[in-house]
């Protein structure tokens, strides 16, 4: 079965970095767009980014852009999302995603990874 694993959530004070990391099994790993996508209490799943099949192509939320990264190593099977200048306002539930395409909207992507969370403190 597909298998989207997610680490390197934690408790951080804000200005701090963070990276997030996601292993995927039981797919075709360079096959897929790769989506990063956050939910904070009480709000939607918003998106954060995507990095399309070998990685030359990325989009980033414009709340992100400028603070976060994201890449992937496709002999890793392994997608990454490295966040610089963490604000408390970036505290959430953080979810990989797996889809044909990269998108924006959740509705776009298959598979998803439990979540890690994070969370920054002023």
């Known amino acids: 079965q597909v298998q989207l694993v997610e680490s390197g959530g934690g408790l951080v004070v804000a200005g701090g970095s963070l990276r997030l990391s996601c292993v995927a099994s039981?797919?075709?790993?360079?096959?897929?767009?790769m989506g990063w996508f956050r939910q904070g209490p009480g709000k939607e799943r918003e998106f954060v980014g995507t990095?399309?099949?070998?990685?030359?192509?990325?989009w980033l939320a414009d709340s992100v852009k400028g603070r976060f990264t994201i890449s992937r190593d496709n002999a890793k099977n392994t997608v990454y999302l490295q966040m610089n200048s963490l604000k408390p306002e970036d505290t959430a539930v953080y979810y990989c995603a797996a889809g044909t395409t990269p998108r924006r909207t959740r509705y776009e992507y298959d598979y998803w990874g439990q979540g890690t969370q994070v969370t920054v403190s002023s």
């Open positions: 990095i399309a099949w070998s990685g030359g192509n990325t």
């Open positions: 039981g797919l075709t790993f360079s096959s897929y767009a």
